[in-house]
């Protein structure tokens, strides 16, 4: 597999430490790279006299984070862990990794080694080294805190610890997700009403087509309906018309598309309370768009 093996290398890597890097990527791509086998070629390669360039140790991690399980090595991601800590402890080469991309390959690692834990860690020697942090490296980290059940954590972090420039809907959808995957579709429907509030590359109208954000909508919107059933009903049996048709107006502004039960109480507000104008307007917008309209029994 090919494509796992890089095509160059800095012309200041000795040919040895070259040679070193292709026997590592080959025996990954081959399918036959052990754990004791790449720590024997990862302590030589260390042991070079000419420095490695972080180039080369990013592009070694990354195809670690991304190689699939084999009988030789089942958790190639966390083999790249841990041959940075050996990388880390050693130092025998003089070379220091501080580097948001190799922090953020390493964060991206713990998420697919299933050891969420050890990601805000390294995040932290990030932040330890003075490094800025980049929205790739804060979205892994976002994963991490989330597959620890950690989302408030996370949004912590986001709407806090973020420059206001960063985050961008991608960062959002990992905790919008997460919100919803442990049932909390309410702490997920106020973010969404957050993102709208702050408009551009915040707005979920921006990624309206992505796979993740259908199957959010598909969790919030039901508890969206329920929502504004029973507020509209409420308003609605106060005589609250406008303000009904405010929230009304409100959930259908955010992508959630009104039920016929819905419409009908809207509907029946108005003519109970002597609107029929709009009650003919609602009964129009519900035939272009082929909703059926019930009416309640002697009305």
Known sequence: MSRLRPHSFSTS????????????????GSG???PDLAHLLFDELLCQPVP?????????????????????????????????RRMARTRRCGMTISTNHTYSILIDCCCRARR?????????????????????????????????KQTDEALDVLLHRMPDDLPDVKSYSIILKSFCNNGRSQCALDLLRMMDKKGANHSPN??????????LWSRIAPLSMRCAK???WTRQRMGRMDDAMDKFNEVNDMGVPHDTTVYTCMIEGYLKHGDPVKAKELIAEMKNKNIRHRSQKGN
């Open 52 to 84: 490695v360039s972080e180039r080369a140790i990013n592009g070694l991690f990354a195809a670690l984070a991304r190689a699939p399980p084999s009988m030789a090595c089942p958790d190639a991601p966390g083999l790249a862990i841990a041959l940075f």
């Open 32 to 34: 036959t790279l052990r």
């Open 230 to 232: 029973q507020e509209q």
């Open 13 to 28: 890597v000795s040919s040895r430490a070259h040679e070193l890097l292709n026997l590592l990527h080959d025996h990954l």
């Open 116 to 148: 969420p834990d050890l990601g805000p860690a390294f995040f932290g020697c990030l932040v330890k080294a003075g490094v800025t942090a980049d929205i790739i490296t804060f979205s892994n980290l976002f994963k991490c805190l989330c597959d620890m």
């Open 206 to 215: 921006v990624v309206a087509y992505s796979k993740d954000l259908c199957l």
